[in-house]
Structure formats: structure tokens, C-alpha cells
């Protein structure tokens, strides 16, 4: 179970919890500011099977030691993108994702990218082409180059990719850097993803997708007086909400509720002194 985490901190006293079952997203907050409207859809891919909210391709998509592993290969020639996506219809919002590429194939293309507003084999595609070492992002139709970057990257070197979408305009970055921005009405709404070609191992981490279009499925903390509340949205499968006093290995974590599949939850706590992690876990 991976420990990436986020912490809130109010009066003396840490809250946190990694990005539980892969229909849940992390959420930091300071307790005192308002929930925001935006939803949030997150896979952290510590699950041994791949969400079934993920629709495409996903025989090429598989977890993998506590991330997502793709594979398009050919030892012959080239071979198609391959992606899994979800959601549909969504148009505004901000997308991120830790991209690595492991091991190539041909070096043709030796992308993982990011697929934006896909809708009837239309969109974009923000891609990290380690062959040619460039950052591009093209039409998924018909490969139409509409931004291209020259970038140092590298194989088996984690980058952190995000898009911003705010109706035509949109903006590119690359390890918190700014890659480009463009302005574009081809495509306006659709499904996110991921996508890998011409290697033989892609890695992808921590996707996050956020937006006013978005469900909201965020384990998310509250505070009344001298109470906390936790609530979540209903997990895929049978679930339990656990916690923990420390992160220092080995950690300790103990349950404190069962969830049923398919079934929302909230949980009212005293707030108490010192540190604590929650965790939504399968």
C-alpha cells in the first residue's frame, strides 16, 4: 500500500491519508476553509486490478508494484497508441500524472502521454517522446502537431506532467514548468487518460483529474467544534477506513470502520492531540 500523502493541520493537530481505493482522490484542506466545488477523480493504482472505471485498451495497462504499467510493443515495427480513459464529457479542468519511461522499444516513438477530451476518436495528445527527446501535443484524429518543445528527457526518470483546460485555452507543464500553451476549439469536451506507444514499460502515478464537470470522489475532512468528520464516496468494492499515529516503518495502521461496497460512509471523531493518517483501503 503506498503512503503518498496529504495533510491538513489545524490547532496542533496533522490529519493526512494517501489516495485510497482507486475511485477515491486525496485531498488536502486546512479545516477551516470552505470545500471546494470541483470534483476530483484520482487512481493512485495500489490496487492489484485495474479500476473498471477505466474504459479502452486496458489488456496493455497493467498495476504494477504500486503503479500502473503500459506496454505497446512490436519487435517488427510500430505499433498504435494504446490508452485507457475515463469520464466523458468532461471539458474544464486540470489533469496531472507521474509519467516514467522504463524501457523502450524501437525508438520510433517511445512516448507516455496524457489524453484530453477524447470524444469519437477526437482530442489531444500531451505526450513525453523520449526518442526524439521532445515534448509534443498533436491531434489524436490526425497527428496535427500543434505544440512541440525540445526537453532533456530521459529513460527511467519520473516526470510529473499536468494540463490545464479552461475552454479553448490550454496550457502545458512539465515538472511544474510551463512547456507552452495554446488556443484551440477543435475538441471541447471529452474523456482523460493515458496512453503509451512503441515501448515495451510506461509508468504512470498519481493521476488526478479536477474540475467543475468532475464527481466528486474524495475521501474529504470536516470540523465541527471539537470534532472532526470524515466522509467518502462509495468504494467499487468492500473497504475499510483506517488510521494511523505514525508514518515511521513499519507502519501501523488499524481499523476503525468496515464499508460495504457500493456504499457511501461518515464517520464523526473526537479531534485529538498529536498526528493522524487516514487511509480508504481495498
Known amino acids: 500500500m503506498k503512503t503518498n500523502l496529504c495533510r491538513s493541520q489545524a490547532r496542533g493537530f496533522r490529519l493526512g491519508w494517501p489516495p485510497p481505493f482507486a475511485a477515491l482522490s486525496a485531498v488536502c484542506l486546512l479545516l477551516s476553509l470552505a470545500v471546494t466545488h470541483a470534483g476530483t477523480w484520482s487512481d493512485n493504482f495500489s490496487s492489484k486490478e485495474l479500476n473498471a472505471a477505466w474504459a479502452g485498451d486496458r489488456d496493455y495497462f497493467t498495476p504494477l508494484d504500486g503503479a500502473l504499467n503500459g506496454a505497446s510493443a512490436s519487435a517488427h515495427a510500430p505499433v498504435p497508441l494504446r490508452r485507457v480513459e475515463v469520464g466523458a464529457g468532461w471539458g474544464d ?3 496531472q500524472c507521474r509519467i ?57 526518470r ?11 485555452q490550454m496550457s502545458f507543464f512539465v ?36 474540475g467543475p464537470e468532475i464527481p466528486d470522489s474524495a475521501l474529504r475532512i470536516s470540523r465541527s467544534q471539537n470534532q472532526i468528520a470524515l466522509s467518502w464516496p462509495a468504494p467499487p468494492g468492500p473497504a475499510v477506513l483506517q488510521s494511523a499515529s505514525s508514518l515511521t516503518a513499519p507502519i501501523q495502521w488499524t481499523t476503525i470502520a468496515t464499508i460495504p461496497a457500493g456504499s457511501p460512509g461518515y464517520l464523526p471523531l473526537d479531534i485529538q492531540s498529536g498526528g493522524r493518517y487516514f487511509r480508504v483501503a481495498q
Open 93 to 95: 479542468y486540470v489533469v
Open 100 to 156: 516514467n519511461v522504463m524501457t523502450p522499444n524501437l525508438l520510433v516513438c517511445t512516448k507516455g502521454a496524457l489524453i484530453l477530451r477524447q470524444k469519437g476518436g477526437e482530442g489531444y495528445v500531451f505526450a513525453l517522446h523520449v526518442a526524439t527527446k521532445t515534448i509534443e501535443v498533436y491531434r489524436l484524429s490526425d497527428g496535427e502537431m500543434l505544440l512541440i518543445q525540445d526537453a532533456p528527457l530521459e529513460l527511467q
Open 158 to 168: 519520473w516526470y510529473e506532467v499536468r494540463a490545464e483546460l479552461q475552454g479553448s
Open 175 to 210: 515538472d511544474g514548468k510551463l512547456v507552452g500553451a495554446l488556443t484551440d476549439q477543435r475538441s471541447t469536451s471529452g474523456s482523460v487518460g493515458l496512453a503509451v506507444q512503441d515501448a515495451m514499460s510506461v509508468l504512470y502515478d498519481d493521476f488526478t483529474v479536477s
